[in-house]
């Protein structure tokens, strides 16, 4: 079955610093990947998709992610973290039994001025 | 062009009141999902429609109903609320749904619901 682990529920970056979130997956079969950010009170919004092809992708508002099949990762980064930058970051993972993706419990951003 | 879209935004229910929350997407899409979201615990499957006259159980479908009315909309209903069922739900859509290779999914602003 597929799965996904954020590590670290929460993540706090200054201003101008890298952005690293974590993620890593677990599926039976080739992974479709993605990226979400929901800012407060609002939907989920897709940051960016590793289907196939490159390994690393770049997805809007300056981040990036790289698909690593041997550490079974999907890392996000964002080189200089800007305070609009602070909402919840969800990993997610294809091969749901309906077609749905599997998501990760999330990684709340904070970035301090 | 609006997306998805859900109502109410907001809703407080007495336990035992029922209620239904509505979805409509205006991208043509096949497939529409109901997602429930809760601290620490990430996005659940609720129910799931391929098409219009459709539905599947999700991860936590006890206590729901779904109806997929037409192609544009999917319904959930709360016959009879708990306080368990406090929590964001979200509603989704996609173009597409096939085996290994799902199209991404867009997501509606969400319902706030709190059951007393």
């Known amino acids: 079955a597929q799965s996904v682990t954020q590590l670290g529920s929460h993540v706090s970056v200054s201003e101008g610093a890298l952005v690293l979130l974590r993620c890593n997956y677990s599926?039976?079969?080739?992974?479709?990947l993605f990226w979400y950010v929901q800012y407060p009170n609002q939907g989920l919004q897709l940051l960016l998709k590793y289907t196939t092809g490159a390994t690393l992708v770049k997805g809007i508002n300056g981040f990036e992610a790289e698909f690593k099949k041997s550490e079974t990762s999907f890392h996000l980064t964002k080189p200089s973290a800007h305070m609009s930058d602070a909402a919840e970051y969800f990993c997610a993972v294809s091969g749901g039994s309906q077609g749905n993706l599997i998501f990760g419990k999330g990684t709340k951003l904070s970035v301090k001025p | 062009n609006a997306g998805v879209t859900q109502t109410p935004k907001f809703q407080v229910l007495k336990t035992g009141q029922s209620m239904t929350l509505q979805c409509a997407q205006d991208?043509?899409?096949?497939?529409m999902y109901w997602y429930r979201q809760d601290p620490g615990m990430g996005l659940r499957l609720i129910y799931y429609s391929a098409s219009e006259g459709t539905t599947d159980k999700g991860e936590v479908p006890n206590g729901y109903n779904v109806s997929r009315l037409n192609k544009r909309e999917f319904s959930l209903r709360l016959e009879s609320a708990a306080p368990s069922q406090t929590s964001v739900y979200f509603c989704?859509?996609?173009?597409?749904?096939?085996?290994?290779?799902?199209?991404?999914?867009?997501f509606g602003p969400g319902t706030r619901l709190t059951v007393t």
């Open positions: 991208m043509n899409h096949n497939s």
């Open positions: 599926s039976s079969v080739p992974p479709y």
């Open positions: 989704a859509s996609s173009e597409a749904k096939a085996y290994r290779r799902p199209y991404e999914q867009y």
